[in-house]
C-alpha cells in the first residue's frame, strides 16, 4: 500500500502547488542529484574509476530489465527515444517497396525516422485514429504483406491512449513485420513487458524521473541480428551490429540507477496502482463535470486529455492558480503520477469547472 505522506516528502516541489504535468518532465526526487554527484567522486582518479561506471551502468540494465521484462543484456543506452528510434530506422534492412506503418497523429519521433527513407522507395502508410477506442485495431488493420515496420506509441503522447501490445505483436508476427515501440510515455507508468516487441526505446526524464540526455533501447535478438548500423565508432567497428558507437552518459546513469533503487522500495505494483487510480478518478470527475474526455478508461495510461476550445488561456488560468498541466492544443493534458493525491486530481477538476 503506497503511503502517499511519506511519498510526497521525498518531492519537495509539491509543496508549491499542484503538479500533473509528468507526461512533459517528472519532478526530480530528493535522492537524484546525490546520486548523479557520485558519478564525479567515482572519476576523481579518472580512467581508474571506470570500472565502477560501468558496474554502474550495469546494475541499471539490470534494473531495467526487472522493469520491462527482459534480459540485461538486451538493453542498451543512447541520449534520447528519438535518436534511438533513428538510429534503428537507418540500420533497418529495407528496400523499394516495403511500407512503414504509424498512425496519422503519432509523435513526430516515431514518424520521421521513416520518413527520411521515402527516398529510398520506402512508403509510409499514415493510418488515421478516427475513435480512440479503435486506435490498436485501426493500426493491426493497416499491417499486410507489404509492412516491413510497424512504428507506434505505447500510449499516445496527446490522447492518453495505451495500445494493446499484445495485439499488435500478434499481427506483425502474422505479417512478418517488425513492431518498433516509442515508450516514453509508459515506461515508469504503467506495467511494460517489452519481451516480445522488436524494440522498445524510452527517455527517462518522464515517468522515470530521472535526466534528459539519457533512454534506454530494448531489442529483440531477431531484429538485433537484422541491423546494419549507420553510424559507427569505436565502441561499434564492422561488423558489429550494435547501435552503440560511442561513450555513455555516466552521470545520467547514476541518477537514473538511484531514482530506480527509490522507485524499487516504493514497489512498482504501488506506483502503477496509483497512477491508475488517479488517471480514472480524473476522468470520471471530468466527465461528470461535463468535460470532453478523449482519454479512454479501457486502455489509458497517466495522461488524462480534454479537448477544449481554449487550452492555452485554461493553462494559463490555472497556472496562476499553482495547477500545473499541459497545453497540447487542442487537448488539456494532466498526467499525475504517484506523488500525487486524490484531493489535487480534485483541486484541479474543480478548478477546471469555473473557468469552463
Known sequence: MLDSKEVRKSFPHLAEGVYLNTASAGLSWIGQGPAAAQFYADKFNGIG???????????????????????????????????????????????????VVVAEDEFPSVVQPWITLHRNGVRLN??????????????????????????VSHIHWRTGTRVDLSALVAVCRKHDCRLIVDGVQAAGAVPVDASEVDAYCASVFKWLLSGFGLAFMVLSERISNELTPALRGYSNPPPSR????????????????????????????????QVDRLALHAIAALRYRGFDVVTPEEGHGGIVSIRHCATADVVKSLAEQSIFVEDGTPFLRASPHFYNTEEEVDRFVNAMAKVG
Do not use: K
Open 49 to 99: 574509476g571506470s570500472s565502477e561506471w560501468m558496474a554502474r551502468a550495469d546494475a541499471t540494465r539490470a534494473a531495467l530489465g526487472r522493469l520491462c521484462g527482459v534480459v540485461p543484456g538486451s538493453i542498451q543506452f543512447f541520449g534520447s527515444t528519438t535518436e534511438a528510434l533513428n538510429l534503428i530506422a537507418l540500420a533497418m534492412p529495407l528496400a523499394q517497396g516495403d511500407c
Open 242 to 273: 550494435s547501435l552503440r558507437y560511442g561513450h555513455l552518459n555516466y552521470p545520467g546513469i547514476y541518477a537514473l540507477q538511484g531514482t530506480l533503487q527509490y522507485l524499487e522500495s516504493v514497489g512498482w505494483q504501488n506506483i502503477y496502482e
Open 126 to 151: 499514415r493510418v488515421q485514429i478516427r475513435n480512440e477506442s479503435e486506435r490498436t485495431q485501426a493500426l493491426a488493420a493497416a499491417v499486410d504483406s507489404h509492412t516491413r515496420v510497424l512504428a
